[in-house]
């Protein structure tokens, strides 16, 4: 596990920035967090590192929304919903490898949670924000790599990156 302290919301899109300059096609960001935490704050900056020109809003009463980038996004937001809810609309053409794909509220996900995944969790701290960055898979494991490079250097996984 990697931990980033975020003091503000540019820190949460910075993070989301350079994590969507590393993204590529098949890519699963998995964000969990209370309301307000900045998930969808984290998306804008992914948008923005995969150069999508659109707004990023979040998706609560669509679901989904597909962008146009340098990589396709496709931005789901779980929040109404839950597991079996998602078997019932088809959920598995969302998370097609033709795109990146970043889902708000994935502890909702229940069956489709994808086998690699890099999963964000934003929690408040005292100084504002603090992700942590989770990877499952070796996919993820280079992203996080990229993202914090120094995370393998720590006995306990803590990057403290910034």
Do not use: C
């Not at 899109?13 to 890519?27: H, I, K, N, T, Y």
């Not at 931005?75 to 109404?80: I, S």
């Not at 970043?102 to 690699?116: D, I, K, N, S, Y």
């Not at 280079?142 to 006995?155: I, S, V």
């Amino acid at each position: 596990m990697v931990n980033i302290e975020l003091p503000d919301e540019a820190a949460t899109r910075r993070l989301g920035e350079r994590l969507g300059q590393l993204m590529a096609p098949g890519d699963f960001v998995l964000l969990t967090g209370d309301l307000g935490a900045g998930k969808t704050t984290l998306v804008q900056g992914l948008a923005r590192g995969l150069d999508i020109p659109d707004p990023v809003v979040s998706p609560t009463f669509a679901l989904v929304h597909e962008l146009a980038g340098r990589v396709p996004l496709r931005h789901l937001d779980l929040y109404r919903l839950t597991g079996p809810d998602l078997e019932h609309l088809g959920a598995e053409e969302w998370f097609e490898p033709d795109a990146a794909v970043a889902v708000e509220w994935a502890e909702r996900l229940g069956p489709f949670r994808p086998a690699e995944h890099l999963e964000i969790h934003l929690a408040s701290a005292a100084t504002g924000r603090q992700a942590s960055l989770v990877a499952t898979g070796e996919r993820a494991r280079a992203l996080l790599q990229a993202l914090a490079p120094d995370a393998g250097r720590h006995g306990d996984g803590d990057g403290g990156a910034t």
